[in-house]
């Protein structure tokens, strides 16, 4: 089964709430799947499974998680299959459930348990075919680049002003601003927070010259620890992140000074927490999606290695992850990014030409967390690897994500 949470922003660009995607089976693999088995397991509800399994807070603390359901699994026993609050669920349905009287009814029922409701790939000519669907839905999914969405924004205003408007597939941040100006929309949703940037026009802030300093540290050979630990002293966030880590590591607290904490840690994990530990500074004045992403992609590329045969390669892999969005967050091209904090070989290869033995891992990771589920099948089947062990990648990664956060509180 493949899972993929989606973010939805405000115009703040502060998540807001997340879309669970799946798919229950590789197509590629098991070609049955398209005919006579294509109803198995339809019953269940795919995205209350992860819910269910990981703890609502894990995947969208204090957020509503948007579920995807059929034409078939909306009359399961929903309630059954998940614990979680009801008012923080949001069924999401779309074009393949009729405005028959049947599911209307249904919709009430899960209505009146307390779940909330939303629509997606509604063209305008269905608006009025739906009208009872509409009269019990909160959230309504526009697509920007499949409809009229200012009209379509008219529309639902006028007719049904309690519900609120999402505008979804924005690809650019320049899309993002002309939809926001033009106001009335609840979330925001496409790939326009991670596009990447192309021109060199921007300075990088003065306060995360220190960070690159560091980063330019550690990802030299054999760096020298009493180096590193003298940057780290110039930024007191850092000092006492590791600080407070060490002395957690240690029986006999009260380790003080930054060298000789950073000797206790060790170059290898020193250069590991560093990594991390700066993307967090250093990321700082983007969206919080942008760091959790960066994040999730390096556990999730470390947990892939090995399945992909790249065992030994775990540490390039994470390092992969965790830079892969460096260039939205210096506001520079990749490659004069990746040259102002010395990554070389296989990751550089990887990140700026989407060559060498770490690209595979990076094209379907890449693949994966935007639920493009036909690629992400076929690479599979190229690669002749399961599909489980992709998910369950994903899955811990997310559970490390979570970790990782409630131990910076």
């Known amino acids: 089964m ?47 499974e992860l819910i269910e399994k990981m703890g609502i807070e894990t995947l969208s603390e204090e957020k509503e998680i948007f579920v995807p359901v059929t034409n078939i699994s909306v009359f ?11 008012d923080r669920i949001v069924f999401l349905i779309d074009n393949t459930i009729p405005p028959i009287d049947t599911y209307v009814k249904r919709l009430q029922e899960l209505k009146e348990k307390g779940y909330k409701l939303a629509v997606r790939k509604l063209s305008i000519q269905d608006f009025e075919n739906y009208r009872e669907v509409l009269k019990l839905t909160d959230y309504v999914f526009l697509n920007n680049k499949k409809v009229a969405i200012d009209k379509a924004k008219v529309y639902f205003g006028r007719l049904y002003p309690e519900i609120k408007l999402c505008a979804g597939g924005i690809e650019t941040m320049q899309i993002f601003e002309t939809l926001k100006a033009s106001g009335g929309y609840q979330f925001y949703e496409g790939e326009f927070y991670r596009v990447p940037v192309t021109k060199g026009e921007h300075k990088v802030a003065p306060l995360k010259v220190n960070y690159i300093e560091l980063l330019n540290v550690v990802n030299g050979e054999n760096f020298e620890l009493t180096e590193a630990a003298d940057v780290i002293s110039r930024d007191t966030a850092l000092t006492i992140s590791l600080l407070k ?63 992909f045969g790249l065992k030994q390669n775990a540490d390039e892999l994470f390092l992969m992850g965790l830079f892969s969005v460096l260039d939205v967050i210096l506001e520079k091209p990749m490659e004069e990014a990746l040259q102002m904090v010395m990554v070389a070989g296989d990751v550089r290869e990887a990140l700026l030409f989407g060559k060498g033995k770490l690209a595979p891992v990076f094209e379907l990771m890449t693949q994966y967390e935007e639920a493009n589920w036909p ?9 002749r690897m399961d599909a489980e062990p992709v998910n369950e990648a994903y899955v811990k990664a997310l559970g490390w994500y979570r970790s990782l956060m409630e131990g910076g509180k």
Not at 279 to 296: H, M, W
Not at 375 to 383: D, G, I, K, N, T
Request: hydrophobic content about 45%.
């Open 76 to 86: 399961s026993d929903v309630e059954s299959q998940c614990s979680a609050p009801h």
């Open 375 to 383: 690629e992400v099948s076929r690479q599979l089947l190229l690669a």
């Open 245 to 307: 880590m060490v002395n957690r590591m240690t029986v006999n607290a009260g380790i003080t000074t930054i060298r000789y904490a950073a000797a206790m840690l060790g170059q290898k994990e020193l250069k590991k927490w560093i990594n991390t530990a700066v993307v967090n500074e250093l990321y700082a004045d983007k969206p919080s999606e942008i760091t959790r992403l960066s994040l999730l992609r390096a556990k999730f590329a470390e947990y892939l290695a090995p399945t």
């Open 2 to 48: 493949f899972m993929a949470l989606i973010p939805l922003f405000d115009e703040n660009m502060a998540v807001k709430a997340y879309s669970i995607f799946s798919q229950k089976d590789n197509f590629f693999l098991d070609p049955m799947m398209l005919g006579t088995r294509q109803n198995d397991g339809a019953g269940a509800v795919e995205g209350l």
